[in-house]
T-cell receptor, first 115, second 112 residues
């Protein structure tokens, strides 16, 4: 299957700082990538759709200024958690479909802990 | 997005037993996917289904896309300890592009 790489896998940061998470499609181009958030023992909840060359589309209730998304190339999308707070601690996962209307492959996830 | 109804929530079985889990939705889906997630990892795709009625196997795993396009099931035959994990169904609604809606997951525990 297609490979999606996410970095870092774990990050601990202080409250008030910003953290950037990268999502890369290694062997295909992705005009669209998705960012999910997952709480312990819960399902994945879609946060936003990252669109190459245009603004991201955010789900209802997700703060655009808090979770900045940039999709500057066909193989890279970044999620920046700005002014992080302990309640932002979570597991963040990206996904990308290699072709239109096909299955999405997921990155390894990033465990963010804000202290 | 819409949350799918996935059941059972958890299963505790013995090695060698067969397992069945399913997902239902109140709306039609174009695609049904089944993923397995290990702790601290991203979901790994197990089976993808694209047509109503489609039955697809991947080793000991078998999944079907319901005729009504509102449900899917996943069967695991002759379970082994490494089958332990959380299994998620995911569906792509007709009008959502590529974004997936996920079930709440089925936690599977297998004892030797």
């Amino acid at each position: 299957g297609a490979v999606v790489s996410q970095h870092p896998s774990r990050v601990i940061c202080k409250s008030g700082t910003s953290v950037k998470i990268e999502c890369r499609s290694l062997d295909f181009q992705a005009t669209t990538m998705f960012w999910y958030r997952q709480f312990p023992k819960k399902s994945l909840m879609l946060m936003a759709t990252s669109n190459e060359g245009s603004k991201a589309t955010y789900e209802q209730g997700v703060e655009k200024d808090k979770f900045l998304i940039n999709h500057a190339s066909l193989t890279l999308s970044t999620l920046t958690v700005t002014s992080a707070h302990p309640e932002d601690s979570s597991f963040y996962i990206c996904s990308a479909p290699p072709y239109p209307n096909t299955e999405a492959f997921f990155g390894q996830g990033t465990r963010l802990t804000v202290v | 997005g819409q949350q799918l109804n996935q059941s059972p929530q958890s299963m505790f079985i013995q090695e060698g037993e067969d397992v069945s889990m399913n997902c239902t939705s109140s709306s039609i889906f174009n695609t049904w996917l089944w993923y397995k997630q290990d702790p601290g990892e991203g979901p790994v795709l197990l089976i993808a289904l694209y047509k109503a009625g489609e039955l697809t196997s991947n080793g000991r795993l078998t999944a079907q896309f319901g005729i009504t396009r509102k449900d899917s099931f996943l069967n695991i035959s002759a379970s082994i300890p490494s089958d332990v994990g959380i299994y998620f169904c995911a569906g792509q609604p007709s009008n959502s592009g590529y974004a997936l809606n996920f079930g709440k997951g089925t936690s599977l525990l297998v004892t030797p």
